[in-house]
């Protein structure tokens, strides 16, 4: 029998979006998420990642639609600023030659 080659997913080109509205329901009760997202999710463009968020809404007419926004993604630094060199390390990596 001939083994069958699985090529690795490409996620290029695609996106996901997920329903927040139970996580809302079960996080933040206590707060009005009327006009947060309803949905949101990642979007992969010629290898590079956007976040998306969507709301479900109503034309003058009651038809439901969704409207949403696109954004670069945003990589936060990492817990404990973010930097793996020690201020020393760092202090070391500056140039020394100022001009003043």
Known sequence: MEKVKIMPYDNNNTFALFDQKEKYE??????????????????????????IAAWVKEDRNGK???SGVVKEKQDFPQAGGGNSKSAHEVANDLDDDIPF
Not at 32 to 45: A, E, H, I, Q, Y
């Open 26 to 51: 079960e996080k933040f009760a206590d707060r009005d998420t009327s006009k947060w997202p309803r949905f949101s999710g990642r979007l992969t463009v010629d290898g590079k990642e956007f976040e």
């Open 64 to 66: 439901k639609y969704f």
